[in-house]
Structure formats: C-alpha cells, structure tokens
C-alpha cells in the first residue's frame, strides 16, 4: 500500500475538490442541531469538526424509503418501470470508524446467501468510503469492546487521522489508493507524523478499554429465551422505533405496494421489530405481542443470532440509541443486566 | 428540590407499606447527564432510588395504561392533568391510581443546551435553583436555568396538579400567561406559502420512529391509525406527504385533550417543532370552547359533546 499522506487541515477545500472531479462528494452537514451526510455542492466548504451524524450512513445505501419500481395501467397493458441505478460515482468523507464497520455487516446481510440484494450492493460497489478517526470518543461509544475501534479501518478505503493541524491518510484498499493517488501534490507522512497518529489511536483506545463487558454474551443469550429478566428490561420502553431508525446495523424493511386505478409503486421502507406490526400475522395472531418479545428480539438478534450466521455482534457501539431514546433505556445497561445473569 | 425528593420516598415507602399502592412510578437516575429514567418501585426497600429534580421529564401516566396492579405515580401538574383526560377517557380506573402532586417549575430541555454546544458532549451537569452548571472535555459553562426551560415549562399555566390524591411540598405561583400562543401566532401571521414552506421544513425532518407518538401520554390507541393495513389507510413513507398526513391527524387526534407536556418535542430525535401543531389547535379549541383539558374530573371532552351554545359559523348555508 501507498505510504501514508499529509494534509494540511487549510486544504481539505482542495482535497474535496479534487475528489469532486470524479466523484459526487457526500460529507457530513450542519442541518438543523445536527449534522447529516449530504451531498456536497459546488465550492462548499465543510468542517470534520464534529463528533458524528445523527444518522448514520446507512441511509446512503438502504434509503428510509426506496422505490423499486413504478407501474401505469391502461386498458391495454401495464407497463412497469424499474428504478434507475445507482451509476454515478460517488465518495462519502467523514465516516466515523463504528458506521463504516456497521457497513460490513449491512454488506454480509444483504450479499449472503442466494438473494443478493442489488439495490444495495449496487450503491456500496460505486462507493468509495473516507474515514474519520476518533481522537475523543464520547462518553456513550462502546466500539472497542464489541471489535472495532475508533481508528479502525474496516470497511474504509482511506482513514483520516487528525493530528492537530493536519490529517494523515491511510490507505486501506487498493480502491482508496486509486484515489489518493489522484491526489498528486499530498504529502508524504513522516516518521514523527505516525508517532502522533499512534498516540492518539493509543489514547482513544485507553479511553474505551472499560466502556462495557461482553466476554460469552452469545453463548449466555443461548440459554436466555425464557429467562425473567426480559419482562423486566422491556418494563420502560416505549415501543417507539428511535433505536432502530439510528442504527447503523438493523437492516428490516417492509415492502408496500401504493396502488390507484391507472398506476403506482412498490416501495421498500425501513421498518423495525420494535412495532406492533412487525411480526403480526395476516391472521391476526402476532407471536410478539408486547414490548417484551419485541425488546428481546432485538437483543437476541444483535447479540446472539447474527453472531450465530456472521461471526460478529450486529452492534458497533456507535452509542445514538444511548443518546436518543426518549426513556434512557441504555442497551449498556441492557448487556451488563444480562451479563450479571 | 432535595425535601421534595425526600418526601417523595416518604410517601411512596409509606403507601407500600401500608399496601394502599402495589407499585411506585417515578423517576431515578439516568445514565446520562440531565437525564431521568423511569423507574418502577414494588418494594418499600427500594425507595431510595427515586429521584426527584429538573430532569424528570417523562410523562409517566402512559405506564398506567392496561396496569392492573394499584399505582401510585408522581405527575407534574402536566402530568397529572394527562391522567385527569385518561380517567375521564376511561382508560385509567380512578380507584387504581393516587396520583401523588408534585409543583413543578419547569424542566429542562437538554436539547436547547445541547445546540449551544457544537457538538461537545455533557460530562457531568449539576443544577442548582436557577443555574444549570455543565462540564465535558476541556469546557465548563453556568448557564441560567430559565432559558433552558422545554418550550412547554415556558408556556405553562398549571404548574401545580389540579388534580391530585396527596401533595408533596408548597404550591408554586403560577406563571402569568399573556404570551402563551404567541409562538403560534407568528406562525398564524405567515401568508399560506409560508406556512406551507414552514411546516414542509419540519415535517420533512421526519423518520416515521413515531416516538412522540409513543411518549405521549394521550395517544394510547390499542392500533393507531398509521398501523391499520387492510387497507392501508395511510402511506408509511418518510415523504414529506406521508410524515405530513401523520403528524396532522396525530394532532387532531390529540385535539381537546392535550396538555401541552411537550414531551412530543423534545424527545423528537430529529428536532421538528411539533408543538407548532399542537399548540396550535390547542388554542382553538381555547378559543371555540374555552376549554384546557385535564383541570376536572367533571370535565367532559368538548369534542365529545354537544352544547347548543357551540359556535357554528363553519356551517356554510
């Protein structure tokens, strides 16, 4: 792999300009309180001075509401038009470690076994992902102990490392160095350049070391099915989809047709086990009737049963459902009651 | 702040003891700063885990809903006035519940710290009788308490319960209120375009987690209107036409019985202003049947009942 580059912080403007000229560039924006990943326009300008999107940028690629196809009906015929692809080139800059992981896991779900989901495989292979290391985790990450890191690489094609006035890219994937080759006038890093990057990662790293306990959570969940505690856990939750529609790594969706007599569209949407629906039957009969079975599914499913097919927790530690759920039910706290089982 | 918390653990163990409630709702320390969790007392024991300061801003009545147990809840005078619409609703049994009172002024809304921070995280957050002093990585404010207040606490006008079965600590003045509606009434003062314009900014916001919906304490539907399927009643897209047929009906729906607790807005993860809608049509029906909702157990919805003195200019001949 290339050696790792410098850029100076008062040239990011540059640096997005060059990615621009083959790619449409999409960054985190100040929208509101809160930034989101958007598209960038022409010449402007954005800070990586943020600790991450409300969002994450999984909307990218499995949008909240995505047409499959749309139909006209005439007396004749119906004539149905398929959604146009995703071809053009693009490049997402600022991704933080934990979402670009969570990626890797979307990819898995969506490209493992027969059915290979298109629509989303599509918009990952003609993107290329920049990331953001975590110099200060916040005080709601827990990416180390579930394996990843905040100057983790996976699912990254270069990794941004900010040491003080300058960033030092690291290329991760041949994809990362066709770009950062383009780049022709970046500096290489120098020996005491890595040093800092190293420290910082050491610091980061430190930071998280304690942030939650995990060790055979799997295998304890194996046995957990019918086990008291779920009917307190669920106790104060709400049954609202907050947790769900922030994560990085659910990937449920429903699938609607909306009809009229002359035409209409199918529609995938996010949907989430946290709602009633999700599993009501067509009976009638929902075997997850109550907040309980739908709050113990989504444990289960993150923590034992996605391990069981992928070898990994379906959770990054990206912390947004600690931060944004309307009860403070805090999956950390979720875990260690479990844990202590 | 401290005697109120002390007298609430006084009562509550007091009514487990003496059995006349089978269980406490109140609130106990969130696992974040300025953040409250609900918290689920059964054993007089246990009592100590109840807290009581600026951060308890769940409605906790929606707990009361399909309880069979007796309950005794603490409620703010929002609080208590959502249990009043429940009761009156049937939908929470008068002998099941003692409603124990608490005067509230006003309570946080972290969001609003949160925005002056750009993007740097709350450590620790220690609240005094009108400071809110905050600290996180390399930074420490003291911020004035009152304008940190949720939207709601700044428009109230029942901050003490009207409705309660015992009262913890000494009434609070309430607030004077010429300036309740006038957030709305800016928005009243837009031409068409621009209320369209301001409302399609909002609601386009939307990502359809319906967590105002679930957090509000009026909106108990066993089914609400957005899950019915056969047929689909309403599209389930975050299009702005879908968020948008949402959030009006949710706020129709709402009409006559809310109480302005705010907690829609605040625990909205995408920020959208929904007391714009609900404030909104609250003063309607302020206006059309001077009514607020949750003040009486005699009370009867007014859009539940006909009243020969009802206006009815909108009846076009």
Known sequence: ?341 | MAQIQDSIREIAEKLLKEKKVDIILGYEKGTLPLRTTPCFVKNPDDVAKLVWNDCCDIPLSKYLIDMTQKAGVIAKGCDARSIVVCINEKQIDRDNVVIIGVPCQGIIDRKKIEAELNGKEILEAEVTDDRVLIKGKNFERTLQKKSYLSDSCVTCKHRNPPVSDIMVGEKVPEQDQKEEFAEIMKIEAKSPDERWAFFSKELEKCIRCYACRNVCPLCYCSECFVDKTMPLWFGKTNDVSDTMIYHIVRALHVAGRCVDCGACSRVCPMDINLRALTKKIEKIVKDRFNHEAGLSLEETPPLGTFKLEDTQEFIIE
């Open chain 1, 1 to 341: 792999m290339t050696k790792s580059k410098i850029l100076e912080k008062d040239r990011l403007k540059d640096f997005i300009d060059e990615l621009s000229k083959e790619n449409e560039v999409l960054a985190p924006i100040k929208t509101n309180n809160y930034f989101q990943f958007k598209e960038l326009s022409q010449g402007e300008e954005i800070s990586l001075d943020y600790q991450n999107t409300k969002q994450p940028p999984k909307e990218v690629f499995l949008p909240q509401t995505e047409v499959l196809f749309t139909y006209r009906t005439d007396e004749e015929e119906i004539k149905i038009k398929a959604s146009p692809s995703q071809k053009e080139k693009r490049v997402i800059l600022g991704i933080r470690p934990c979402d670009a992981r969570a990626l890797v896991l979307l990819d898995r779900f969506f490209s493992s076994g027969d059915y290979k989901d298109n629509l989303y495989l599509e918009k990952r292979e003609n993107t290329a992902i920049i990331g953001l290391a975590c110099n200060s985790p916040l005080s709601t990450c827990f990416c180390l102990p579930l394996g990843g890191s905040p100057f983790g690489g996976e699912g990254l094609d270069l990794l941004l490392k900010d040491i003080n006035d300058k960033y030092l890219i690291e290329t991760i994937t041949n994809q990362g160095e066709k770009l950062i080759k383009k780049v022709k006038w970046l500096k290489d890093a120098t020996k005491e350049d890595e040093e800092k990057a190293k420290t910082k990662k050491e610091d980061a790293e430190n930071a998280l070391k304690n942030a939650l306990t995990v060790k055979g959570l799997k295998n304890k969940l194996d046995s957990m099915f019918e086990a008291p505690l779920w009917d307190q856990i669920h106790r104060k939750c709400v049954g609202c989809g907050v947790c769900s529609f922030l994560c990085p790594t659910c990937t449920c969706f429903d699938v609607l047709d909306e009809m009229t007599p002359s035409g209409g569209r199918r529609v995938r949407i996010w949907d989430t086990c946290q709602f009633p629906l999700f599993t009501k039957e067509a009976s009638g009969f929902n075997p997850r009737p109550s907040s309980k079975e739908r709050m113990r599914q989504r444990i289960m499913h993150k923590f034992n049963y996605f391990p069981k097919d992928f070898e990994v927790f379906s959770c990054v530690g990206c912390g947004r459902c600690i931060q944004a759920c309307p009860v403070n039910l805090d999956i950390r706290e979720v875990i260690t009651t479990i844990m202590a089982n």
